[in-house]
């Protein structure tokens, strides 16, 4: 072998290990269901309006436009008049499979500690009565960088969707009751 072979062959292997080296978070996913005494049309009455989220006890208003129209965009209040907010985009809807997706497109990481949210939310029949109401979410962590800090790392944004999602879907199971 000659000379400039090996030399070029020593420069090109540190390019080998680059791309590992550049990895970063990766995105997660999580779905939560609850199952739910109402039949599946009571609970898509309650739920399928885009720009009404005042099931959940953790919204405090929801102002929209474009209703449940893909494109429609809406901007939840959370916990009380002048609270922090999020805005959100409706890119997927079916009354008839009552079911609706959505994501983020504005907040604040120190309020809900994700980037690149997307959620799909759905209702369906129960085997032996009632509903199946399915939240699914995919994202990722608040600080897209290596090295995190913790409260903006995987854990905490799987926690803080995980805390939204149960609070909802607990909200419907009281509201509904729990099938048996």
Do not use: C
Not at 148 to 161: C, G, K, R, S, T
Not at 168 to 176: I, K, S, V
């Amino acid at each position: 072998m000659n000379r400039r072979a090996i030399i070029g062959a020593l420069m090109a292997l540190p390019m080998i290990s680059l791309p590992a080296l550049a990895h970063g978070p990766s995105r997660q996913k999580i779905t939560l269901t609850a199952e739910v005494a109402a039949p599946p049309e009571e609970v898509w009455a309650a739920i399928g309006n885009f720009q009404d989220m005042s099931w959940h006890p953790v919204v405090f208003s929801t102002e929209g436009v474009g209703g449940n129209d893909i494109n429609a965009t809406r901007v939840l209040t959370l916990g009380k008049e002048g609270g922090p907010t999020i805005d959100e985009l409706l890119y997927k809807y079916s009354a008839e499979k009552m079911s609706y997706s959505y994501r983020i497109e504005k907040v604040d990481v120190k309020v809900l500690p994700v980037t690149n949210y997307s959620s799909h939310l759905t209702v369906k029949p129960r085997d032996g009565g009632g509903s199946i109401v399915e939240w699914r979410g995919a994202f990722y962590r608040g600080y897209p960088n290596n090295d995190p800090p913790e409260e903006l790392n995987d854990e905490a944004a799987i926690a803080a969707v995980t805390s939204v999602y149960k609070a909802g879907l607990d909200a419907l199971t009281e509201r509904f009751g729990a099938a048996n």
